[in-house]
């Protein structure tokens, strides 16, 4: 049995408020096997874009926040990390994609004084020829035509996609052992979006990355991941095998979820005073797809 | 060119408007009627207000703005004498204004929500509550009275003689290489530049404050962190450059401002400047004279406004390539 890439054990998030606590996080646990694709479900405010900014890193120095559980990258408990050496992990072992690629990129510089920012990280004092070099393959990789002149030209010049394809190529540019992707391409056309997970999907399977794909867009999942997690105000309220859990969801809330898909033929959009009571009901697990028996 | 004619003529109005007659005041109460006629008629003050306005455009363009009636010498000559004076106090003064407002801003922002942050808020919030000539006074008791680190008053000692070429001091003892003079013009306007500069440098601070909190809640500073860019680097390039674009317009038109707060500080520190000859020559109804200085200082005004308008587009990727395109 190999390390996971990331172990998340029993994960509480609470945000202090004049009023006590606010939970955010109620102990979740997943976990992402090497070069392995889990997609993170739910809907919004679920707690998903919170749990990848906590693996980050990036939670823990709000002030309001409090958190408890583990969180393991490579069988390392990061909260023993001193805070520069957990610091030295974002961009270069671990990256992120984000919601709106255009706004994700800073208006006022080029995108490749951005790029070799994010390349710096992993080889401080690159040149800029050869930071120009890793740059243009990049940018190959993720079917980009110009290289040169998309390199020089600015995120509002480019379209969302061109842009989307940039953030890929820059968050795998420095070979991480996992990528983050939060909701990517919400922002797109469905096409666009198709194309670029599409690419990504080549990209991470090729260098053996793993991913924990954060969307409430069940079509991409299906699609993208290899093992799905349902989040639901907080808990995980099952998980399995994407083609198990589309074809025989367990839980009450997987089930109200998957119907909420609009179809083609109408329906789709289930009732407001459908019963919800259920929602709350503990983990469902699909055979041989729990924690224990996964990480056994 | 055309702000340029619009506020001649304006100024021109206004001029002619205030009560009193240029005439009489510059003569005196005991010059006889017929003298004053004489010198009505001498300044087409009897003519039709736009003959006027014709007299003074054609003049203008031969580059002549006319006779003091209160020091007796062309209008231009005057402005050229006292205008390196006060330049000089608003151009060392809004260079403070940049050099120290912009960094406590960053500084604030970067530390938000913290002791710092409040510290710099408080102490900024003083320099732009109170006005220039308050601090003025207050700077000039504190160091120049009670604790004398700092000269009084005047632009330089007596006992440095300095030849003036460019009128400019700073860059006239330079120039002739007599450092000890150099230094002692430095010493002069230290205390009447930080007075005129303190609201502004507190302006600045909160401007690029709350623009800068503002832009760290854009998406693409969140990326930055995540992927684990220097914090400060963030401070200072990422988050500081596109909070500087809505800064700048407003420090442009601080700066130009300074132009008019100068006079109470050069009235306080007794510096021969522009601002100062201003105010004198209204009381005077000194009409050429009036109408020379406000052009001037509105000409500045628009030659600062241009050069911000520059340095935006220089910053602002999205001005710059907009305009290559059109």
Request: glycine share 8%; hydrophobic share 50%.
């Amino acid at each position: 049995m190999t390390t996971p890439t990331l172990k998340i054990e029993n994960l509480t998030l609470g945000f202090k408020t004049w009023s006590g606590t606010a939970k955010v996080l109620h102990g979740i646990s997943l976990h992402i096997k090497k070069g392995e694709r889990v997609a993170l479900v739910g809907e919004s405010g679920s707690g998903k874009s919170v749990t990848a900014r906590i693996v980050l890193g990036m939670l823990q120095q709000l002030k309001s926040a409090r958190i408890t559980g583990s969180v393991e990258f490579e069988g390392v408990n990061l909260e023993t990390l001193k805070p520069a050496s957990r610091h030295a992990l974002r961009g270069t072992r671990m990256s992120m994609i984000f919601q709106d690629p255009t706004s994700s990129l800073n208006p006022v510089y080029p995108i490749f004084t951005q790029f070799k920012e994010v390349l710096e990280r992993a080889q401080p004092g690159i040149t800029n020829e050869k930071a120009r070099e890793r740059a243009i393959s990049a940018l190959a990789d993720v079917a980009i035509n110009e290289p040169d002149r998309v390199l020089d030209s600015y995120a509002f010049q480019l379209s969302g996609g061109m842009n989307q394809r940039v953030m890929i190529a820059m968050a795998l540019a420095n070979n991480p052992a996992l990528l983050l992707a939060d909701e990517p391409g919400t922002a797109l056309d469905v096409t666009v979006q198709a194309q670029t997970l599409k690419l990504m999907s080549a990209l991470v399977e090729k260098h053996h990355t793993s991913v924990l794909f954060i969307s409430h867009n069940l079509g991409v999942v299906r699609e993208f991941a290899d093992r799905v997690y349902v989040i639901y105000k907080g808990n995980i309220v099952e998980q399995g095998p994407t083609g198990q859990l589309f074809d025989d969801p367990k839980h009450p809330y997987t089930r109200a979820l998957l119907s909420a898909v609009p179809r083609i033929t109408g329906g789709g959009i289930p009732d407001l005073d459908d019963d919800p009571s259920g929602f709350t009901a503990p983990l469902a697990t699909h055979d041989g797809y729990s924690e224990r028996e996964l990480l056994a | 060119m055309i702000v340029l004619i619009g506020v001649s003529l304006l100024i021109f109005a206004i001029a002619r408007v205030i009560p009193g007659d240029p005439a009489r005041i510059a003569l005196g109460p005991n010059a006889t009627a017929e003298a004053v006629a004489v010198l009505r008629d001498k300044l087409h003050l009897n003519d039709s207000f736009l003959e006027q306005y014709g007299y003074f455009v054609v003049d203008l363009l031969r580059g002549d703005l006319g006779l003091s009636l209160y020091t007796n010498r062309p209008v231009m000559a005057d402005i050229a004498q006292f205008l390196p004076a006060t330049l000089e106090l608003v151009i060392v003064s809004g260079l403070m204004m940049v050099a120290i407002g912009l960094p406590l801003g960053i500084l604030s922002a970067r530390h938000r929500g913290s002791w710092i942050d409040h510290t710099v808020r408080l102490v900024t919030l003083l320099g732009v509550s109170a006005p220039a000539f308050v601090w003025a006074v207050v700077l000039m008791l504190a160091f120049s009275y009670f604790i004398q680190i700092f000269p009084i008053a005047g632009r330089i000692s007596d006992s440095c003689t300095v030849q003036t070429v460019t009128g400019f001091l700073l860059i006239d003892t330079l120039i002739a290489g007599n450092f000890k003079a150099l230094g002692n013009a430095v010493w002069h306007i230290i205390l009447p530049a930080f007075a005129l500069a303190l609201s502004g440098i507190g302006q600045a601070a909160r401007l690029v404050r709350s623009n800068m909190v503002e832009t760290y809640d854009k998406p693409f500073i969140e990326m930055a962190q995540a992927y684990g860019f220097p914090e400060r680097r963030i401070a200072r390039r990422y988050a500081f450059r596109p909070s500087l674009i809505p800064s700048l317009t407003i420090i442009g038109l601080d700066f130009a401002a300074m132009l008019g707060s100068a006079f109470l500080v050069e009235a306080v520190y007794a510096w021969p400047g522009l601002s100062r000859y201003g105010v004198a020559v209204i009381l005077r109804k000194d009409l050429n004279a009036i109408v020379g200085t406000v052009l001037v200082i509105s000409a500045m005004f628009l030659i600062v406004n241009l050069i911000v308008d520059l340095l935006v587009s220089i910053i602002n990727p999205r001005i710059r390539l907009s305009q290559r395109a059109s």
